[in-house]
């Protein structure tokens, strides 16, 4: 059976990482940008990731280094490199002007039945694609860099996103490996932005008012909070360590009020 194609509009690290997700689950990828030299030297960084993942132990998928790069051709042409597609994932600079051009390139051209999804880490989806005239076959898939080897990808809807199109981009990174988590509505910073920067920003403020060093502070993620939550999330952390969800909030009460004010 001839295996489904997939575009990947722009060939930096995203874009490439992106190509080998794909091409590990056995899918045709077209990789485009406007130089021929850059996609020349993704391919040779491509070709060069994957023998060394392969020689390690670590290449994704069933099909072989040699399989899975037969899959993967360049194309600087847009039109042509999304022709047969039906699932194109844009992968530019996170430059908003940018990203809608290209939409709006693509508006023009692909037919009722492709998704168009953008791997933006930060632009809400009604910044991107309200206007478009296949805004319901829009969506945010935002992965976490780099894709090949951080499996999730946050699904964001635009507010006209036809459910369908949320499902099958969901079904779709279930389907080469990744681990989707879907968004109900757009928000800010998405959710895995959220978190970190929440972290981010009380981690500045213990360094900063001299609590704990930068050293030390790091510690605390890596060698405590970081390698739990590689296993489980917070909600099932705070549900396993008590006697259930409600129990630790009662127990935590006067705690959590304490570093809130």
């Not at 959220?194 to 050293?215: D, H, K, M, N």
């Not at 739990?228 to 127990?251: D, V």
């Amino acid at each position: 059976m001839e295996p489904s194609q997939v575009a990947i509009i722009g060939s930096g690290l995203i874009g490439c990482s992106w190509a080998m997700v794909f091409a590990a689950g056995g899918f045709k990828v077209k990789l485009y940008d406007i130089a021929q030299q850059q996609l020349t030297s993704a391919l040779e960084n491509i070709r060069k990731q994957m023998k060394e993942t392969e020689k390690s132990g670590f290449l994704k998928g069933a099909l072989s280094a040699e399989q899975q790069l037969a899959l993967i051709s360049v194309c600087t042409d847009l039109k042509a490199a999304v022709e047969g597609a039906t699932f194109i994932q844009e992968c530019t600079p996170e430059n908003l002007e940018l990203k809608k051009k290209i939409f709006g390139q693509l508006d023009l051209i692909v037919g009722d039945s492709v998704i168009l999804s953008s791997s933006t880490s930060c632009l809400l989806p009604s910044k991107l694609f309200t206007g478009l005239k296949h805004v319901k076959q829009c969506i945010v898939s935002h992965p976490v860099n780099p894709p090949y080897f951080v499996p999730l990808v946050e699904i964001v809807p635009h507010p006209e996103t036809d459910p369908s199109t949320t499902e099958r981009t969901y079904a779709l990174m279930k389907k080469i490996g990744q681990s989707p988590v879907k968004l109900n509505r757009e928000i800010e910073g998405f959710v895995l932005n959220r978190l970190q920067y929440a972290v981010i920003s009380e981690a500045w403020r213990l360094v900063g008012e001299g609590v704990i060093s930068p050293t030390d502070l790091d510690l605390v993620m890596s060698d405590g909070l970081g390698m739990r939550y590689a296993f489980i999330g917070p909600l099932e952390t705070m549900h396993l360590n008590a006697e259930g969800s409600c129990s630790a909030a009662g127990s935590f009460r006067q705690c959590c009020n304490t570093l809130v004010h």
